[in-house]
Every structure is written in C-alpha cells, then in structure tokens.
C-alpha cells in the first residue's frame, strides 16, 4: 500500500483506521507518521514484513546452497546421463522390493554381461590377428634390440 501526501479534503475521505496513520504537517497537509531509526525512514509496524524477509533470505540461501550442490554434482555429467536419470530412480524404486538374493543375482547377472562382452571383444580382436600381430611387433622389436647390441645373444 502506498501512502501518500493528502490534502485536506483527501485526509477527510479516509476512514478513521487510515486517519491514524497520517499527521498534519504545518503546510495543512497530510504526510505519513514515519520516523527516523538507524536504517533510515521507516513505518512503525513493519514487523512482519521484516520476519517475512528475513525467511525469504533463508529461503534463498537454502535454495542458491542447494543449486550449486546439484551443480557440482552435475558438473561434468553427460546430457544422455542426465536424460537417463527418471529410468534410475524408477529402477531404484523397483529395487526396493528386492530381496537380498535378488539384489545379488542382479549383481552377478551385470558382472557376467561386462566379461561377456570382454571376451567377446577379444574374441574378434584374435580372429582378426590384433593379438598375433602385436605378439609379431614385439618380437620384431626384440629381435632389433639384439641386433642392435642392447640385448645379449
């Protein structure tokens, strides 16, 4: 609500509750009862609108202390892991019915996908020759170093 300078006839239209918020000044005006304190001006009863800053301050601090420590969290994280993060916490809701034994099998079931796509990986690696001819680099290194006189016969 803003207060304003009033006239007479302005001051004379006010009910008698807004009456009590006005003093005559010597110029026959109506200026609001404020009074000086260490901020400044201020009106009387501001109270409440203090204490409702000072929660909206917490509130804030909270929320910017929040934001970053989701921030740095999230620092670094690819946009397809964050894309994924509902699929997770639908996951982890599943899993909170899970029984140990299940939690373990589903455990034992990842371990075994990793090596079986490790083996596989170095499956082809061999049937393509990676491995052969990495066994064949360093015998040709080998054998230069001996020629060479580094490595005795």
Same mark, same amino acid.
């Given at each position: 609500?803003?207060?304003?300078?009033?006239?007479?006839?302005? #001051?004379?239209?006010?009910?008698?509750?807004?009456?009590?918020?006005?003093?005559? *000044?010597? !110029?026959?005006? #109506? #200026?609001?009862?404020?009074?000086?304190?260490?901020?400044?001006?201020?009106?009387?009863?501001?109270?409440?609108?203090?204490?409702?800053?000072?929660?909206?301050?917490?509130?804030?601090?909270?929320?910017?202390? !929040?934001?970053?420590?989701?921030?740095?969290?999230?620092?670094?994280?690819?946009?397809?892991?964050?894309?994924?993060?509902?699929?997770?916490?639908?996951?982890?809701?599943?899993?909170?019915?899970?029984?140990? !034994? !299940?939690?373990?099998?589903?455990?034992?079931?990842?371990?075994? /996908?990793? #090596?079986?796509?490790?083996?596989?990986?170095?499956?082809?690696?061999?049937?393509?020759? *990676?491995?052969?001819?990495?066994? /064949?680099?360093?015998?040709?290194?080998?054998?230069?170093?001996?020629?060479?006189?580094?490595?005795?016969?």
């Amino acid at each position: 609500m803003v207060l304003k300078i009033l006239s007479e006839d302005d #001051y004379n239209g006010l009910n008698d509750v807004l009456k009590a918020e006005y003093v005559k *000044g010597e !110029d026959d005006r #109506y #200026y609001p009862d404020v009074e000086a304190d260490d901020s400044g001006w201020a009106f009387e009863n501001v109270g409440n609108l203090r204490s409702t800053m000072a929660e909206e301050r917490r509130r804030r601090e909270k929320w910017e202390a !929040d934001y970053k420590a989701l921030e740095k969290t999230l620092s670094g994280a690819k946009p397809e892991d964050i894309q994924s993060l509902p699929q997770l916490k639908r996951k982890i809701k599943e899993m909170e019915n899970w029984t140990p !034994d !299940d939690k373990v099998q589903v455990r034992i079931d990842e371990l075994k /996908a990793t #090596y079986d796509e490790k083996l596989r990986r170095s499956q082809r690696e061999f049937d393509t020759g *990676g491995a052969n001819s990495r066994r /064949a680099d360093q015998a040709a290194r080998y054998e230069d170093q001996r020629l060479q006189g580094c490595w005795p016969s």
